[in-house]
């Protein structure tokens, strides 16, 4: 899951570009599109979802807020980091914040691990990216 | 996000219960639906997504191992504990597990933050349903 935040709202609000972006960011990922579905929202931006062979990626955008919201449900040797580059870049994040969870890990309670919590300032007057790992879930214990 | 386990196989690899499953989930949630793609996995399973009103509900099986991915994704007033109660029965679930993560809040890398995570399990011999939390994100900091 991530967060895009200063983004363009010209951007945001472009339905065709954001669903070019997607494809783009997809197809950086290596992943393959199976189908996809991007609609206006009223009265600003854009709902889309992209079914792919390996899952899906969604977006959701409020260009009154200069905010993105993304998930890449990825399986397999798709790499939801190139995607993530890519839609930083196209629409114009300044932050990005992003979380992993882990998904079906196979035992019941204990199918679900988030295993981090990161948020990047891309605007510092060095132009140095700025990490900070924010926070990791503690332990995970089901019955 | 909601991970179904212990499901009926056979549940799971029919595409068109599946899609009837989430139309209903989403009407029962109190959401809108504006568009939808389900797509079959090769060589079992389904992918599937409503894009609503208020975002997205997707989901992914896997009948080998008789599980579900569910991601809702909503705001504003659809309920999705709603929407949850009814894929639980629908697909025959024994066990669930659940994330809420909070999103947009509005604060550049304070965005995100892990509400809950709870397993239920669904099959006890007094017929009485098991709730354990089983984590929680201790705090978020960022730059």
């Given at each position: ?86 839609l930083?870049a ?24 988030l ?29």
């Amino acid at each position: 899951m991530v967060e895009y935040t200063g983004c363009a709202a010209s951007a945001l609000d472009d339905l065709k570009r954001i669903e070019q972006l997607m494809n783009q960011a997809v197809r950086a990922a290596g992943a393959t599109v199976v189908a996809s579905v991007f609609q206006p929202f009223e009265p600003h931006g854009v709902s889309g979802v992209v079914v792919i062979e390996e899952s899906h990626i969604s977006i959701h955008t409020w260009p009154e807020h200069g905010y993105a919201a993304v998930d890449f449900y990825t399986c397999g040797q798709a790499d939801p980091e190139v995607a993530n580059a890519l839609l930083q870049a196209g629409l114009g994040a300044t932050h990005t914040e992003s979380m992993y969870v882990d998904r079906g890990l196979g035992v019941p309670g204990r199918n679900l691990r988030l295993r981090s919590h990161r948020a990047d300032s891309l605007v510092v007057p060095e132009g140095v990216l700025v990490t900070e790992q924010v926070a990791e879930e503690p332990s995970v214990l089901a019955n």
